[in-house]
């Protein structure tokens, strides 16, 4: 909500990573992080890398969500979307998760960020997210 906007960036002078979350059944929350959420980390977090994450990947493919999109004649995000705008923003590099599907994707995305932000993160880890 707004009544943190003031407050929440003090909890980013320390960070080492971010990670940019969205839902990638709704779009327009990609929107919000690239619009919101990559300014204010910018602003107030110095240069810790950005890590760009989408979740639920599993709804990617479910029909209900589909559904519910055509409707709203959109679309879930695909990894190219996604990618384009982790490159936009300058992200360290993109990865998707899926608590449904598999822990080990959320997991992974958690392995993915410390390495990032202990800047051990090579340039193949990056390209395979």
């Known amino acids: 909500t707004t009544a943190y906007d003031t407050v929440r960036p003090l909890a980013y002078q320390d960070a080492k990573i971010f990670m940019l979350c969205f839902n990638i059944a709704e779009p327009e929350t990609l929107n919000n992080s ?13 240069l810790a890398p950005v890590l760009l ?9 479910d029909k209900e ?6 409707k709203l ?5 695909t990894s190219e979307e996604a990618l384009s705008v982790a490159r936009q923003l300058g992200a360290t590099t993109y990865v998707e998760t899926s608590a449904r599907a598999s822990s080990k994707g959320v997991k992974d995305a958690f392995e993915v960020a ?12 990056m390209k395979q997210q």
């Open 114 to 125: 410390a390495l990032a932000a202990l800047g051990k993160l090579n340039k193949q880890q």
């Open 65 to 70: 969500t589909l559904t519910m999109l055509s």
């Open 53 to 61: 994450c989408g979740c639920k990947a599993d709804l990617r493919h």
């Open 34 to 46: 690239a619009a919101k959420w990559y300014k204010e980390v910018r602003t107030h977090g110095g």
């Open 73 to 77: 004649r959109t679309h879930p995000v």
